[in-house]
C-alpha cells in the first residue's frame, strides 16, 4: 500500500490518452467508529479501484491496513480539492475508476469532495454512492424527536457572535434540527442554543457514536447544558446536537416574528380587521388570533 503525496497517478493509470469508455467515481461511506459498520459493497469497491481519493491519506491508511487492502491513496481534503480535482478527472476520463472517502462517514457531508463530485459530473462521468455510515443520521435515527422533517445545519461558526446569529435564523424552523459541533465548543454551542431557543426546547447530545464511550443523551436544553457542564468528559469526542424544530404557540402574544411583522406592515396601510384579515390570508393563521393581537399592536403603528 502506498499514498501518493504528489498524485503520482502514472503509476496507477497507464493509458497515455483517453479512453473512449470513462472510468467511474465511487463515493464511499466509511465506519464514524465501529469498524464492523463497513459494508460488503464498500470494501470490494475499495479493494478493485485502481485508486483512492481519502481527506487525509494518513488515517485512511490504517482502515486499509486494518481490511487488507493495498489500494494506493491521493489526498483530497479542502486545502487542495480545486486543484487537484483537474488531476482525478485526468485519472477518470483516462478509463480508471476512483473511490472518493472521508475520515469517517460519508464524504460530502461537512466533508470534503463537492468540487469533484460537481466537475465529475458536468464532464459526464457517472458518480455513484456506496451508502454506508453517517453521523447525522445515526443520531436522528435514535433521538426519539421527529424525524419525516429535518434540516442540517452542519457546524455552527465557531464564533459566539456568528454562533447566535445564524441561531437566530432558524429558532422558528418547524423541522427539526441537526448540528455539528467540535468538543472543544461543545458547552459554548448548547449555552447558545438554550439562549435562542429557550430553555424547555427538546434536544439530544449525541456523542462517540458507535465508540467505545458512545453517549445518547435527550434533555430539555437547560439540563442538557446542565450535563454537559457538569462532567467533562462529555465535553470530548465528536458530537451531533439534534434538537426539536419550533412549535407555533396558540397565545396571540407569542407569534411568530414574522407574522407579527407581516402584521404591522398591513396595520400601516389599512384598517384593524382587513389587516387581521389579509395577514390571515398570507401567513395561515387563524384571523381571530390575528385580529386580538391587531388590537394590542395598533397604539405602535
Request: proline fraction near 6%.
Amino acid at each position: 500500500m502506498c499514498a501518493l503525496s504528489d498524485f503520482e497517478v502514472c503509476a496507477v493509470t497507464a493509458p497515455e490518452a483517453l479512453n473512449s469508455v470513462v472510468g467511474t467515481l465511487y463515493v464511499v461511506a466509511t465506519p464514524i467508529g465501529n469498524l464492523d459498520d463497513i459494508s460488503a459493497r464498500a470494501l470490494k469497491v475499495l479493494h478493485d479501484v485502481p485508486l483512492i481519493a481519502a481527506e487525509d491519506t494518513r488515517h485512511s491508511v490504517r482502515l486499509l491496513q486494518h481490511f487488507g487492502i493495498a489500494t494506493p491513496l491521493a489526498a483530497c481534503h479542502e486545502h487542495n480539492e480545486r486543484d487537484q480535482g483537474g488531476r482525478f478527472l485526468t485519472h477518470l476520463l483516462a478509463g480508471a475508476d476512483l473511490a472518493l472517502i472521508s475520515d469517517a462517514g460519508t464524504p460530502l457531508i461537512s466533508d470534503p469532495g463537492y468540487h469533484l463530485v460537481r466537475q465529475a459530473r458536468a464532464a459526464g462521468i457517472a458518480v455513484v454512492p456506496v451508502p454506508g455510515a453517517c453521523a447525522l443520521i445515526a443520531a436522528l435515527s435514535a433521538a426519539g424527536l421527529p424525524s419525516d422533517r429535518f434540516v442540517f445545519e452542519g457546524f455552527l461558526p465557531a464564533k459566539a457572535v456568528g454562533r447566535r446569529a445564524r441561531l437566530e435564523r432558524v429558532k422558528e424552523e418547524p423541522r427539526t434540527l441537526i448540528f455539528y459541533e467540535a468538543p472543544h465548543r461543545i458547552l459554548e454551542c448548547l449555552r447558545d442554543l438554550e439562549a435562542v431557543f429557550g430553555a424547555e426546547r427538546p434536544a439530544l447530545l449525541a456523542r462517540e457514536l458507535t465508540k467505545t464511550f458512545e453517549t445518547m443523551k435527550g434533555l430539555p436544553l437547560a439540563q442538557l447544558r446542565a450535563f454537559v457542564e457538569a462532567d467533562s468528559n462529555q465535553q470530548r469526542g465528536e458530537c451531533v446536537v439534534v434538537v426539536a424544530g419550533w412549535s407555533a404557540p396558540e397565545e396571540a402574544d407569542v407569534l411568530s416574528s414574522e407574522v407579527l411583522r407581516v402584521l404591522d406592515l398591513l396595520l400601516k396601510e389599512m384598517p384593524l380587521k382587513r389587516a387581521a384579515a389579509l395577514a390571515a390570508q398570507i401567513t395561515g393563521v387563524g384571523k381571530n388570533l390575528l385580529y386580538q393581537a391587531a388590537l394590542t399592536r395598533q397604539p405602535e403603528v
